[in-house]
């Protein structure tokens, strides 16, 4: 079946410098979606990239869809106390599961005042 | 708009027993999505319903099973409780009508289940 491999899994940063996550699917997909969940919390929706190649930022965040839409990354710059959490990158299915979002592992980012 | 409520938040149970949780999603959604989270293993689908009924399952025993009310709230049910159940229980509602994945997915807080 599908397969959404995320890496690293931990990543340990001073708050200033920079982090990036990288999403891996085992098919081709036709979106990706990326979520973050804080310490306790729930995941909430960050962003969805559908296009080859695509960028897409949100303030200190840059996502990025790979030309084959096999692969995703984020890259946050300069981070802050407020971006600790595990961020996951998801994609659906196809075919008779394409209402099936299937999620990476996800990597937990903690920042060191 | 109120967001994605599941009840209980948090439960105990005993290994034999079962249990039911519930997923009252965003108004006017009517997909709702069932995960399973825990520390080892991440967010596993559980399976997702679309007016009353269940257009995907993943890969779970026959004791974890679902149903969708006309309107749109869900229960999911898990019988037999084992150790390995313990986990926290996500359920996500989404509009449902695009085209796969289109759906942005809108988590609730999580039932935290304990089986002892």
């Known amino acids: 079946g599908q397969q959404v491999m995320q890496i690293p899994q931990y990543q340990h940063v001073q708050e200033g410098e920079d982090f990036t996550t990288y999403c891996n699917s085992s098919?081709?997909?036709?979106?990706i979606q990326w979520y973050k969940q804080r310490p306790g919390g729930h995941p909430v929706f960050l962003i969805q990239?559908?296009?080859?190649?695509e960028v897409k930022k949100q303030k200190r965040l840059t996502f990025q869809f790979g030309e084959a839409k096999k692969n995703s990354s984020l890259h946050i710059t300069a981070t802050q106390t407020t971006d600790v959490g595990t961020y996951f990158c998801?994609?659906?299915?196809?075919?008779?599961?394409?209402?099936?979002?299937?999620f990476g592992k996800g990597t937990l980012l903690t920042v060191n005042p | 708009k109120a967001g994605v409520t599941q009840t209980p938040r948090y439960l105990i149970k005993t290994r034999g027993q079962q249990v039911t949780l519930s997923c009252s999603p965003i108004?006017?959604?009517?997909?709702v999505s069932w995960y399973q989270q825990t520390p080892g293993q991440g967010l596993q689908f559980l399976f997702e319903?679309?007016?009353?009924?269940?257009?995907n399952k993943g890969n779970f025993p026959g004791r974890f099973s679902g149903r969708q009310f006309s309107n749109s709230r869900s229960e999911m049910n898990v019988s037999t409780l084992e150790l390995g159940d313990s986990a926290l229980y996500l359920c996500?509602?989404?509009?449902?009508?695009?085209?796969?994945?289109?759906?942005?997915?809108?988590f609730g807080a999580g039932s935290r289940l304990t089986v002892l």
């Open positions: 098919t081709t997909l036709s979106n």
């Open positions: 108004s006017g959604h009517r997909s």
């Open positions: 996500a509602s989404s509009l449902g009508e695009a085209p796969s994945g289109a759906n942005v997915l809108t």
């Open positions: 998801a994609g659906p299915g196809s075919g008779g599961s394409n209402y099936k979002l299937t």
């Open positions: 319903y679309f007016s009353e009924t269940q257009r």
């Open positions: 990239l559908v296009k080859s190649g």
